[in-house]
């Protein structure tokens, strides 16, 4: 079965999906939780030989039309079930047993602030410890199942729902070998949009999420907690943020603009950026700290980093090809910041991303 995305119409209770039947008959399922919503634009773009359409409240998972005609045989060979059970299309999956993971693309009002939303579930009979190196975006993540233990700059905490910001320097997390939880991996910017709070304020740092949302954040991991379905929560926790995007502060457009030109070029010199967007040197490192939470010349250390860290990951290149295709001097470039940024040398860190399962998008 595949599934169209359009929960961006109606995050909490719009479904439309095409089944093929094993008669080959292809049916045609929308759920809509209001009269106002097209059924017909729902299911622009599929193919199919007969449609069922529901119209439930948001507060209903239920497909009570969908049912009724497939228990009277107006549904041939069609299985019936709930629609939250049906993982999204957006998703590419990456499975490596005792892992597995699931991103997911942001439906589009949130698109810009977060990069990718994913699912994940782990077993194994022992704690499992891994190392997290720098970042150039922020973090959200609420697991269920045994809390996430994060030491970070010399300060251990364990969390069930956190945000942790960019980041200039390494962490470890470590778990009891059991856990599922939904990563939301913001854009730069994201926090400060999303979260209402400042870069500066959140870097190098990890918090509850409470401690940014108040009650909102507890609202939140009750309602994920209430319902079994791994693309339900995901969908849950897209409509929560997407009703965030009014209350948040607006980043200035000169600090988007930098920010975006350094994660494709990190190369490029801050005074360039200044000028271009005709700001002194000073106010644009300024405005950017607080905003995004890193320097401009520290974020693009930790950009050029990340490119190296994917190569590293892939095990094809030598350590002299990865500081070429990275941007650094030579290899010497490469390991200092890999030592700095990530508390190992290339070598061993590129054994433990190999090592470590899908990577984080």
């Known amino acids: 079965m595949s599934e169209k995305d359009t929960s961006y119409l109606d995050p909490i209770a719009t479904h439309s ?47 009570p039309k969908l049912e009724a005609d497939a228990a009277e045989g107006g549904v041939p060979d069609c299985k019936t079930g709930r629609m939250d059970d049906v993982a999204p299309r957006t998703g590419v999956e990456a499975t490596e047993p005792p892992w597995c993971m699931r991103i997911l693309t942001p439906i589009p009002p949130i698109a810009g602030w977060v990069r990718a939303l994913t699912w994940y579930r782990e077993s194994s009979p022992e704690p499992i410890s891994r190392r997290q190196v720098a970042t150039s975006g922020a973090v959200v993540f609420v697991t269920w199942g045994a809390p996430l233990l994060v030491s970070f700059g010399g300060t251990s905490a364990s969390f069930s729902a956190l945000a942790a910001g ?64 791994p693309a339900r929560r995901v969908t849950l926790m897209q409509a929560a943020l997407a009703g965030r995007l009014g209350l948040g502060p607006e980043p200035a457009p000169e600090v988007i603009w930098a920010c975006q030109t350094l994660r494709m070029a990190p190369s490029v010199r801050v005074a360039d950026l200044a000028a271009e967007v005709g700001w002194s040197r000073t106010r644009l490192a300024s405005r950017f700290s607080a905003q995004v939470g890193l320097s401009p010349k ?27 295709h990275s941007g650094y001097y030579d290899q010497a470039h490469l390991s200092r910041d890999v030592r700095a940024l990530a508390g190992t040398t290339p070598a061993t860190l590129a054994a433990e991303l190999a090592a470590s399962g899908p990577a984080d998008p």
């Open 17 to 63: 999906a095409e089944h093929a039947t094993p008669s080959g008959q292809r049916i045609a399922y929308v759920r809509v939780s209001t009269a106002e919503q097209n059924a017909d634009r729902l299911l622009d773009g599929l193919q199919f030989d007969e449609r069922f359409v529901d119209r439930c409240s948001g507060k209903s998972t239920d497909g």
């Open 166 to 229: 960019v980041s200039d320097r390494p962490a470890r997390t470590t778990h009891t070998g059991c856990q599922e939880g939904i990563g939301v991996h913001l854009s730069a910017l994201g926090a400060f949009r999303l979260l209402g709070v400042s870069g500066a304020d959140l870097a190098s740092r990890c918090v509850d999420l409470s401690e940014l949302l108040g009650r909102n954040a507890d609202e939140l991991v009750d309602q994920l907690a209430g319902v079994a379905s």
């Open 298 to 324: 520290r974020f693009s250390q930790v950009v050029r980093f990340e490119r190296a860290s994917r190569l590293l990951a892939c095990g094809a290149f030598s350590l002299a090809e990865v500081a070429v």
